[in-house]
């Protein structure tokens, strides 16, 4: 096991990085070649310790060879890893390979400790797991792939990059809840945002898009996939985020239900008889556009509204409402706004959810151009006409990209 920094260095040519992303019952992994940054192969492992896990390995593009699925059952991460091993290695792309220079995990909570993408060490893992009780559910899924990592290759450098990190620039008076200072430091309440290597990746990416450097540049960025979130980002530093001590806070999202009244909660317990854990289901689970429509994917929605149906409508609503507050809220933040950029499933590929987001808010120097939000495209592009004071952009988020970039920059040498 690597047990400190200093063994942390890539075999010598080592050019490729696998980028681990463990859930609580599922694995995607991607393995990328870091001298042109190709995707090599990628899967997934679902279902992992239930009756019947699957697993969809992508080989590499141009070889001829298929996807492949497998059905049957891994007990756990380790089975799924480990098959997940197999098939890289039927590609030629085996663990064993001298070619793989690191592993780089995906770790969504780092607190306040881990600022920076981080080789693993025992101490750090220690770490990891000290934060478990503000990631529940979480960090433990991520602690689990980085041990069974290090049971395949015990000799390679492994990277956590975390959720957080890009949010720990946050200003004090932006990450702290107006609560009780005390009970808040005693339980680590705070704000620490998530979704922080996409934020970290389309901001720098809007940056390159308009021409300017990142630290001339002031974005918004909303990341609206099934979770969403919003962060204003000021000449690259992270300066506020919507998503809080858990990745509830925020904009409505596929199935959580973003900003709420926390006395929802106790009256749920006084007057529903709710328990802690059935409030957590319904609001992390069952809120959001499932809650409020039935339908978590925004092309459902979108198509029952054409037939007129008026739930699917209200959720809409209510969903462009909260960001359109936000993308207000943060133009006040900011002070000036250069760009405003749509990211993730929903925001790369929903004109109709940019163009009511953005409608309206010609005062704030934002107006979308009806022609090119319907381009459709994989590659960063303005969708604001020449004469809009503040750029609209779409920029398709690549977090394991990211990280596979985090994870060699620390370790190659
Ligand atoms: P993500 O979490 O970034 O993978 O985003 C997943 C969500 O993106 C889905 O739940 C859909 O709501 C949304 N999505 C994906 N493709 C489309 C599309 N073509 N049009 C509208 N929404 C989409």
Do not use: W
């Amino acid at each position: 096991m690597t047990t400190t920094e200093e063994d942390a260095a890539a075999a010598p040519g080592a050019s490729r990085v696998l980028v681990l992303n463990s859930g609580s019952s599922s694995v995607k992994y991607q393995l990328l070649d870091m001298r042109d940054h190709s995707r090599l192969a990628s899967g997934l492992v679902e279902r992992i310790g239930e009756e019947t896990s699957r697993l969809v390995h992508t080989p590499p593009a141009g070889g001829g060879g298929q996807v492949r699925e497998r059905l049957g059952r891994f007990p756990d991460h380790e089975a799924a890893l480990r098959a997940a091993a197999e098939e890289l290695a039927a590609d030629g792309l085996g663990l064993d390979s001298p070619e793989l220079a690191a592993i780089g995990h995906r770790v969504v909570h780092g607190g306040l400790r881990f600022t920076e993408p981080t080789v693993i060490t025992d101490e750090v893992l220690k770490e990891i797991e000290r934060l478990v009780p503000v990631a529940p559910l979480h960090n433990p899924a991520n602690i689990t792939g980085i041990r069974t990592a290090q049971a395949l290759r015990p000799d390679l450098p492994q990277v956590a990059v975390f959720d957080t990190a890009f949010h720990t620039t946050m200003p004090e008076y932006a990450a702290r809840y107006a609560i009780d200072v005390e009970t808040a430091d005693a339980h680590r309440i705070r704000r620490y945002g998530f979704h922080g290597t996409s934020h970290a990746y389309v901001s720098r990416k809007t940056a390159e898009l308009l021409g300017r450097a990142p630290k001339d540049v002031n974005v918004i960025v909303l990341h609206l996939g099934n979770g969403a979130s919003a962060s204003a980002v000021a000449g690259g530093r992270c300066v506020e985020t919507s998503m809080g001590l858990t990745p509830l806070e925020g904009l409505v999202m596929g199935t959580r239900s973003g900003d709420i009244d926390p006395a929802v909660t106790f009256h749920l317990k006084r007057v529903a008889g709710m328990s802690a854990d059935e409030i957590d289901v319904l609001l992390n689970k069952k809120s959001g556009l499932v809650g409020l429509c039935g339908d978590n994917d925004m092309r459902e929605i979108r198509r029952r509204i054409d037939e007129g149906d008026a739930r699917a409508a209200l959720a809409f609503d209510i969903y462009v409402h909260r960001l359109k507050k936000y993308i207000g809220a943060y133009s006040a933040v900011l002070g000036r706004v250069d760009a405003v950029v749509f990211t993730a499933g929903v925001g790369e590929n929903s004109s109709p959810v940019r163009e009511a987001a953005i409608g309206g808010l010609e005062e704030l120097g934002l107006v979308v151009d009806a022609d090119l939000n319907a381009v459709r495209s994989g590659e960063p592009r303005l969708i604001s006409p020449d004469y809009a004071r503040v750029a609209v952009a779409v920029v398709p988020t690549d977090e394991e990209l990211e990280i596979a970039n985090q994870t060699f920059a620390l370790v190659d040498n």
